[in-house]
């Protein structure tokens, strides 16, 4: 059982549509992570949030938004999103962000633009 | 920079087989070095993780040693099970750094 959950598993868009990933972590962890994960491809960083702050843009186009209501909770916001971003979105955590400790991921969004 | 070289895949070995996969890597600190498995239609397990140079990470029969000499983490098996096929990763993480650095995954069939 994976401790960051995240919703929906799977997402059929337009691309006019707005839509949101959410994604929540219990263990108490203080950094949060958004990746982009192609098919046979290992994930890319699209954005770090460490204390509830957004601390690192990997240069991700702005029909993604990202927001971080709480320590717990991370969204992503989708709008006007391309065919090229289908994709798996995965959500990860860890105790901080610049400690070696590891990131632990959900199960992730399997998102379809059509 | 960081970067993590794995060997290609995929890998085909039948049950019981002995399995190794290779990762080398370049850091420029001192890394925390981690294997993620990723089974089909999942996100990434973390199996395993060393922090410092000769530690040993193992979980489920799975083993990797943090070799700085060779700036190396090869994963090993005994005997694999079918249950195993999935796609490996190995990725480090440095000091002072918020993003993982992950090698490009290999992917492990193993046949009954």
């Known amino acids: 059982d994976t401790e960051v959950t995240q919703t929906p598993k799977h997402l059929v868009m337009g691309m006019t549509n707005k839509k949101s990933l959410k994604c929540e972590q219990h263990?108490?962890?203080?950094?949060m992570y958004w990746y982009k994960q192609k098919a046979k491809k290992p994930p890319e960083l699209m954005f770090v949030?460490?204390?509830?702050?957004?601390?690192i843009n990997e240069s991700v186009p702005s029909r993604f938004s990202p927001e971080c209501p709480n320590s717990s909770l991370l969204n992503l916001h989708l709008h006007a999103l391309q065919p090229e971003d289908s994709a798996l979105y995965l959500c990860?955590?860890?105790?901080?962000?610049?400690?070696?400790?590891?990131?632990?991921f959900g199960d992730g969004t399997r998102l379809s633009i059509l | 920079g960081n970067s993590v070289t794995q060997m290609e895949g995929p890998v085909t070995l039948s049950e019981e087989a002995f399995l190794t996969i290779n990762c080398t890597y370049t850091a420029t600190g001192y890394p925390s070095l981690f294997w993620y498995v990723q089974y089909p239609g999942e996100g990434l397990q973390l199996l395993l993780k060393?922090?410092?140079?000769?530690d040993k990470g193992s979980n489920k029969g799975f083993e990797a040693t943090y070799r700085k000499e060779t700036t190396s983490f090869h994963l090993e098996k005994g005997s694999v099970q079918v249950s195993d096929s999935a796609v490996y990763f190995c990725a480090l993480k440095d000091t002072g750094r918020r993003a993982l650095t992950f090698g490009s995954g290999t992917r492990l069939q193993v046949q009954p």
């Open positions: 990860a955590s860890s105790q901080g962000g610049q400690t070696n400790q590891p990131q632990h």
């Open positions: 060393a922090t410092k140079a000769d």
């Open positions: 949030y460490s204390y509830e702050k957004l601390s």
């Open positions: 263990m108490g962890h203080r950094a």
